[in-house]
């Protein structure tokens, strides 16, 4: 991450802190005087928030400006498989509630593998259709776990496959 | 004395039936297996084997659960003496060791001491814990919130050792997770803060969303980034036999004490954990040892040292999370909820309320302990095969098992949400070099903190010198100042020197 980038993050830390301190007034105002009110606690850990990004950003500026090399090297990111693992989760989470947990996971089992680097289509497929199959006999069946059944035609989907499975 | 030996033995006659031994016994093949898998952590396989607690009886959940505790800590020096790839953050000094004796050609050696080192310290460990956390917990009774809130705010300064590399980074990711931890009504006044409109928020962030997001998403999310596409699991070289090095060890009992010691003690402090004492362990024995030019080049006492720590700080932990009931880290942070989910409030009360649970719990520490040197021997043996998992199969199982993590939390899809979102946050923390760690500690013992300040406020008229006014507190206060300026008290000497 660029220098840049994390001064402005930081500034965005130490500005963020501060409205957020600006909106706790409020919190107090039921609370007898004398008293500490919920408010309190907050304000006391925003200060806090905001001197540490302010400590952090004196540090980065004596990093920048002495021969020290930046800490910590990272292996490089591949962009487009964050975006795209990213997205399969985005999806994944989206998907369950309308399409059902069975169908969505068992969509993104075989989705996920491919981004994490799996390339062999009948090992994928058989992951994603077993390891569903074993998640909803033991999560349904045996812990009783209400996942989603999906939305309209969906769930009547979901149903009938929990029955075809013995799971109903 | 007498007390305690009466109640291990009630504690063993239940640890000791079948089902409980089972449950032991699973617990540590599924720590160590997934200690030993890079990605998967320690506190990640507690966390995943929480779901299937839910319908277990306490015990049974509780033994379960020490078992993956005992064997995680333990499983990820396998593959770093084996393959140098540490399971966990704790096994980084171990692996330093262990990897460089297995390059010359004394892998069943280094396995074997790492073995039955991590077996001693976790057994005088659970041992000091069976007999010491009795009178620890009677006087934790005496103690009040103001004594209650300096230990927690001693947690807090753990944060200090935890990043030495960036205090300003650590202190960041503490108050952003104590602020977390404000999020949602407030006890006391029953207002609602930073909800912001949104009703899921009124509940709070539940930390067990903050941590399977932060640790083991953000994690999967790492690797896939990072890992070229094709490659999978790494693979072991050959079927590697340890040796029971029981002569072998006897030279090295001082490294061994020392490492079991500061394993205890430094477990013992909130906001520490293994990590730390591993770490802690390794630069201790650096001061201690003759030969401390052979470190790094396959020194059996650093290893020994630094794996024993390791299991001892497992005991410790868990004196602060049942008779304070404050966690001491992470993974007794989730451990306090499986409690909890158990209808069991840790604390001072459990040793009146509960003995029994309580010594069953120390009997199956110790049970675990002595039968991790079987597992440990077999895991190693048997390892070579199973790091052959590949690596996109592990990775996507891990975000469905987040998933369904979360979801059962409380049967809410916002969990999930909340989760994936710490995932992406965690993900990018790693990239800004904002560490983890003083995040989680923040979610769970901010609001700890807040509870005992103002409790203690109420009860002494806002008058802030009860904190120092009282001993106990002073002298906890006092450490802690001391643990925070202790790295720039050092490097003043240094300066003066």
């Known amino acids: 991450m660029g220098s840049h980038a994390r001064v402005a993050a930081l500034l965005a830390g130490v500005l963020g802190s501060g409205l957020l301190f600006a909106s706790t007034w409020p919190l107090d105002a039921l609370v007898p005087r004398g008293r500490l009110g919920p408010g ?129 | 004395m007498i007390e305690s030996v009466l109640g291990l033995g009630v504690g063993f006659q239940h640890a000791l039936q079948p089902l409980h031994l089972g449950m032991i016994a699973l617990g540590l093949v599924i720590g160590i297996l997934a200690g030993a898998l890079p990605g998967i952590t320690m506190l990640n396989s507690i966390v995943l084997v929480l779901p299937f607690t839910y319908l277990m009886g306490i015990v ?154 932060l640790f083991a998403i953000g994690e999967v999310l790492e690797q896939i980034v990072t890992t070229p596409p094709g490659l999978t699991a790494p693979r072991g070289q050959e079927r590697t036999v340890p040796q029971l090095p029981l002569r072998d060890l006897w ?96 604390g001072p009360l459990l040793f009146t309320k509960q003995p029994e649970q309580v010594y069953t719990l120390f009997a199956g520490m110790i049970l675990a302990n002595v039968l991790m040197v079987a597992f440990g021997f077999l895991a190693a043996m048997c390892f070579a095969t199973l790091m052959r998992v590949p690596a996109p199969i592990l990775n996507t199982l891990i975000v469905v098992f987040c998933f369904i993590g979360a979801f059962a939390l409380r049967n809410d899809m916002a969990d999930v949400w909340l989760t994936m979102l710490f995932g992406v946050i965690g993900f990018f923390m790693r990239r800004y070099d904002l560490p983890i760690p003083p995040l989680v500690m923040g979610v769970i013992l901010g609001p700890m903190a807040e509870q005992y300040f103002l409790t203690s406020m109420v009860a002494h008229g806002n008058d802030l010198t009860v904190f120092v006014t009282r001993p106990v507190s002073a002298v906890i206060l006092g450490l802690a100042v001391l643990l925070v300026l202790a790295p720039s008290l050092r490097r003043l000497r240094r300066g003066a020197a």
Not at chain 1, 98 to 121: I, Y
Not at chain 2, 275 to 284: C, P
């Open chain 2, 251 to 346: 030279p090295l009992r001082w490294p061994l004490a020392r490492g079991t010691l500061v394993g205890i003690a430094v477990g013992g402090l909130a906001g520490a954990g293994a990590t730390v004492s591993s770490f802690v362990s390794y630069g201790l024995e650096k001061q201690f040892s003759k030969t401390p030019e052979l470190f790094g080049r396959g020194h059996a006492g650093a290893l020994v040292a630094s794996e024993s720590s390791v299991n001892g700080s497992t005991g410790g932990a868990m004196i602060h999370l049942l008779t304070l009931g404050i966690p001491g880290s992470a993974a007794t942070a989730v451990m306090m909820g499986a409690f909890l989910i158990h209808g069991i409030q840790p």
């Open chain 1, 40 to 168: 309190f606690w907050p304000r006391l850990v925003l200060i806090g928030l905001a001197l540490a990004c302010l400590l952090r950003l004196r540090e980065e500026r004596r990093v920048r400006s002495g021969d020290a090399a930046s800490a910590g090297v990272l292996p490089p990111v591949s962009g487009s498989r964050l975006a795209l693992g990213l997205a399969c989760i985005l999806a994944y989470v989206i998907a369950a509630p309308q399409v059902g947990f069975a169908l969505a996971t068992a969509a993104f089992v075989a989705a996920f593998m491919v981004v994490a680097g799996a390339r062999r289509v009948p090992g994928i497929a058989a992951t994603a259709l077993l390891g569903t199959v074993i998640l909803l006999y033991t999560f349904i069946k045996l812990v009783y776990l209400p996942f989603p059944k999906g939305a309209g035609p969906f769930e009547r989907v979901t149903l009938a496959l929990y029955r075809a499975l013995g799971i109903f």
């Open chain 2, 60 to 213: 049974p959940a509780l033994l379960l659960m020490i078992g993956v505790y005992c064997g995680g800590v333990f499983g990820g020096s396998i593959t770093g003496i084996l393959f140098n790839i540490p399971g966990d953050p704790m096994n980084v000094p171990t692996t330093w060791e262990g990897y460089q004796l297995s390059r010359q050609g004394r892998t069943q050696y280094a396995l074997g001491l790492a073995i039955m080192s991590s077996a001693v310290g976790g057994l005088v460990s659970a041992l000091f814990l069976a007999f010491f956390a009795p009178p620890f917990a009677r006087f934790a009774l005496t103690l009040s919130s103001v004594e209650f809130f300096s230990v927690v705010v001693f947690g807090l300064a753990g944060v200090s050792v935890l990043n030495q590399s960036s205090l300003p980074a650590a202190l960041i990711s503490l108050f952003a997770g104590m602020f977390l931890g404000t999020i949602g009504t407030e006890a006391q006044y029953g207002v609602e803060r930073f909800v912001f409109g949104v009703p899921f928020l009124t509940t709070g962030v539940d930390f067990v969303t903050v941590l399977i997001g």
